[in-house]
C-alpha cells in the first residue's frame, strides 16, 4: 500500500537510512500539507514505551503519533536549530506551558 501515490520518492526512504548516524528522516508530502518525522532512535532520555502518543488513521491505516507535548518536550533543549523552531512552533500551536 502507498499512502502517498502521487509521490515516489517516499519509497527511496530505506531502512539503511534510519540506521544512520543521525535516526530522523524528515518527510514532507508533495503538496506540503503533511510533515512526518520518521524515528528510528529516540536516545536514552525518552523511550517508545514511554512517549505519549495517540492513534490516528491515514487512508485506512492506524499510526502512532506522539503527541505535541511529547514533541515539544524532546525538541526543545537540542542544539539543532530547526528542533528549536518545531519545539517554539508547537509551544504557540498547541499553547504548551514549559
Known sequence: ?????????IDEIS????????PV?????????????????IGEIFSYEKLRHEERNYAGVPVRVATPASLYEMKKGTPRLQD?????????AFDLKE
Open 84 to 92: 528549536q523552531a518545531d519545539a517554539a512552533a508547537l509551544q504557540e
Open 25 to 41: 528522516i524528515r518527510y514532507i508530502s508533495p503538496d506540503g500539507a503533511l510533515v512526518i518525522d520518521l524515528i528510528s532512535r
Open 15 to 22: 531502512a539503511g537510512d534510519l540506521a544512520g548516524p543521525y
Open 1 to 9: 500500500m502507498n499512502l502517498f501515490p502521487g509521490d515516489p520518492s
